[in-house]
């Protein structure tokens, strides 16, 4: 008999010893732990819940009832979490998820008091976040995660950064007037609406595959990254406080207005474009080089712009009035039907001598004091049909210009002798050259060569157009055939 009393209560006594060293968390909030125990996961209010009883949880709801936390301390502990849905809590005002890495959805909409920021970044599970009507969060961490929804419409948030998230493709960001800060770059997005972000001053959506854009309501946006998307056009003419804008590498875009706004630099390489409006800006230096398609130039009022690359364009139209310009030679565009160089006080050159100048309908040069020669193709007809002209201004065949103003950037790159040629004509260049072509002013294919030398004998004589294909691009030059 004493033997089994001995027993029951060394039975008793470890059984105590194990529930008094059993794993415990921390459950400070009342109503946090009132749901566990509606739950079946807990048994009595009084702070602590066994542990082993909420880490294999996969999923937590608490969006009805009468529970309204102020803390969901403990929930680092849910570590097989992967669903939690909190909403419409007004008390709630801390949550830390950075140790719920099994995290895939998240929704803690309508939690209009939570202060403390949102680390998700160790979620890598992570598929969808909803914090819309949080008013009080101002940071979230989302960087490594696999958001494809992303939801924080009417937040505080100033900044917001879900770049390089590849599967995100839906994010709403409404009713959000304190974003400052947007980068949505390396995503899979193809929309975004930003017409309610009315403070917006950056904006990164490289490398999306956005095919529309309109920040016509976003009036202080200072940078703008728009490079690698799928956008064929893009107004930024109402922001007059755009300084930087990058709009590279999209093959697609062949209209881009960026008119009446404080830019500065530009970078418009591997574009389609056809038209380019970079009229009142900032801009001292434009290259358009790599635009073989651009068509419609327009710098009007672009005060600061005295280095402007045409080379490798196809311009019909090209208006530089009141720039700070001072020599342009635009012989080598064949296609020119409208140029408009006034209001120009610094311009000492101008070559417009490109075999095609009956085609010229629109000529201005007015109040241009110091453009003393302009050189054309027949100064007969430029006399009769150029009458908006500067009275300094006089029209010659040779105005002594030694050197083709496109020729400037790269003269160091190549060089063509001789020029003017009888028989063989010769390229010397630092990069390999894959082929030479000739044309006539008129765009008319004549001849090729695959070696860095072309036989021009056979040619009549006159001005062509030598095309010099290398690995760097593509550059036309103006050769003269004795």
């Known amino acids: 008999m004493l033997q089994k009393t001995t027993f029951l209560y060394l039975l008793s006594f470890i059984s105590v010893m194990q529930l008094s060293f059993a794993q415990t968390t921390a459950i400070p909030d009342n109503d946090f732990e009132q749901r566990l125990i509606d739950l079946g996961l807990d048994d009595v209010i009084d702070g602590q819940v066994l542990t082993a009883n909420i880490n294999t949880v996969t999923s937590f709801t608490l969006n009805s009832g009468s529970y309204n936390p102020s803390n969901l301390t403990g929930i680092e502990d849910f570590s097989a979490l992967e669903t939690l849905i909190v909403t419409g809590k007004p008390a709630l005002t801390t949550v830390d998820l950075s140790s719920n890495t099994n995290l895939i959805t998240v929704d803690l909409s309508g939690n209009f008091n939570i202060t403390s ?129 990058d709009v590279s590498s999209n093959p697609n875009l062949s209209t881009l207005n960026a008119s009446n706004t404080n830019l500065s630099s530009l970078d418009v390489s591997s574009t389609n474009l056809s038209t380019l409006d970079v009229s009142s800006t900032n801009l001292s230096t434009l290259d358009v080089s790599t635009n073989s398609n651009l068509s419609i130039l327009i710098a009007s009022g672009a005060s600061n712009l005295s280095n402007l690359n045409l080379s490798n ?70 006399n009769a049909n150029w009458i908006n002209r500067d009275a300094a201004n006089s029209f010659s065949t040779d105005c002594g210009y030694t050197l083709s103003i496109d020729e400037h950037e790269y003269e160091f790159d190549f060089s063509i002798y001789p020029n003017p040629v009888l028989d063989v004509l010769n390229v010397s260049a630092s990069k390999s050259i894959s082929s030479l072509k000739v044309y006539d002013l008129k765009g008319k294919f004549i001849l090729a060569s695959q070696n860095n030398s072309i036989d021009v004998s056979l040619l009549s004589s006159g001005i062509y157009i030598l095309k010099i294909e290398t690995e760097k691009g593509i550059f036309n030059r103006k050769i003269v055939k004795k």
Not at 125 to 142: C, E, F, H, Q, R
Not at 160 to 170: A, C, G, I, K, R
Not at 355 to 379: E, H, R, Y
């Open 313 to 382: 364009t196809n311009l019909s139209t090209l208006r530089v009035n009141g720039t700070g310009i001072t020599g342009l030679d635009i012989s080598l565009h064949t296609n020119l039907t409208n140029l408009f160089v006034s209001d120009n006080s610094n311009l000492t050159e101008l070559n417009v001598q490109n075999g095609t100048n009956t085609n010229i309908t629109q000529f201005i040069s007015i109040f241009t004091p110091n453009l003393n020669c302009i050189q054309v193709d027949d100064v007969a007809y430029s």
């Open 117 to 245: 920021d949102l680390d998700l970044s160790n979620s890598q599970n992570l598929n969808s976040l909803n914090i819309s009507g949080a008013l009080s969060i101002s940071y979230i961490d989302v960087i490594n995660t696999n958001l494809s929804t992303l939801n924080v419409s009417n937040t505080n948030l100033s900044t917001l950064d879900v770049s390089s998230n590849p599967n995100l493709s839906t994010l709403d960001v409404s009713i959000n007037s304190n974003l400052l800060t947007l980068d949505v770059s390396n995503t899979n997005l193809s929309t975004l609406d930003v017409s309610t972000n009315s403070n917006l001053s950056a904006l990164d959506v490289s490398s999306t595959n956005l095919s529309t854009l309109d920040v016509s309501s976003n009036p202080n946006l200072s940078t703008l990254n728009a490079s690698n998307t799928n956008l064929s056009s893009l107004d930024v003419s109402s922001i007059p406080n755009l300084l930087t804008l």
